[in-house]
């Protein structure tokens, strides 16, 4: 079975948490802290197998994890780091977000991995904030939770060349009779359902990939028939083999069979219009009298297509077409595949990390919703159930201008603020007053719940 679409769930591992714990050893007077950190949380990662030409392997929904990170211990422990999930995919898979349609990555060569989500990073463990003023730091960082996405996964064959045309022009027979490919073949109308890789041997040291793809019909780009679902598979390619059944047994035209498919190629792609194209005269065995070529020839040879006569039966001119389809790819560059969007993550690389960028909205019921990837991160790895974790935190909002954009933002005295997953109600300061030193009522400022 050929699958090339199917839409999973990614869930990266969240990384563990640091330890709250203190020396206890005997003999070891005025023990200290000595709380380890948590290991970091498996990322999800993307790797091609050339082995591999379908998505068949991947379940529709479901979720794939990986493992989170262990937690932090006593005597500067640290928690092990979780394992990588390694998904494997045929060469050409793109992976987009299935809610944006974005592009995350575009996993085009061989061998290529990406990481599309990283794990968590582990908390740390109270040992890390020790200061002069705190010796003896009575809270650790939780684990950041690990990331969840959605994601749509899509295949476009890699091939050199596309084999073009309507339904039962003998695309699929010509396949089998230029490589080792088998695609069903029968002796009444039919259209391949699935497209079909062939490798093409040019000469003693030369060869390229051509594809049969699925029949398509007039309103392909519109969804009619099997074509919208195959299209994309030929943006790929360099070169497209248009195929006429030139036989007159199925009673088309070949002229307006040609200005069909170049127009819904158009509508689906301007690039995929603009590739180039060799036009192969099909089944021309079953001519009695060739002499009705000469005009059709002469229409594509003006237009500055070169046309050749073919038979995947008896293999008439198509070593001919081959050499020639050679000779035009060594013209034709291969470009290297752009790969737009593609994501680079790793738990060492986020310099754009900046808790003091963050945007502020006031969301349908009223709350004032704090948006900012390092802040959320930082609070989503504060244990808002241990006061002291709080009065960091706060300290911390507080040096990053929180609480002031907050306030020229609009916000009034006992509005809700959510940032991720902590709310707490906003405490205008300036009326209050403030009657001790920075930092050492902060946790009587705010009321936080999680």
Known sequence: MFIDEVEIWLVAGSGGNGALTFRTEKHVPRGGPDGGDGGRGGSVVFETDPNLSTLLDFRPGKKYRAENGGHGMGKRQYGKHGENIVLKVPPGTQVHDADT????????????????????????????????VHQTPKFAEKGEPGEERRVKLELKLLADVGLLGFPNVGKSTLLAAVSAARPKIADYPFTTLVPNLGVVRADDHHNFVIADVPGLIENASEGAGLGIQFLRHLER???????????????RDPLEDFGIINRELEAFSEDLAKLP???????????????????LRQFFEARGLEVFPISGVTSEGVRDLILHVWTKLQEIPKEALKLSGVVHITNNARDDDDPRRFTIVRDDEGVLVVSGKALERIVSMTDMGNEYAVRRLQRQLERWGVFTKLKAFGAAEGDSVRIRNAEFDYVDEDAWGRDEAEGENDDEDMEVTV
């Open 101 to 132: 349609g974005e592009l995350l990555a575009d996993l085009a060569q061989t061998p290529q991995s990406e990481v599309l989500i990283a794990g968590g990073r582990g908390g740390r463990g109270n040992v890390h904030f020790v200061n002069s």
């Open 237 to 251: 390619t360099r070169l497209l083999v248009h195929l006429l059944d030139v036989s007159g047994l199925t009673g």
């Open 277 to 295: 194209q060799v036009v192969a005269f099909s089944r021309i065995d079953l001519l009695a009298d060739r002499s009705g070529l000469i005009p």
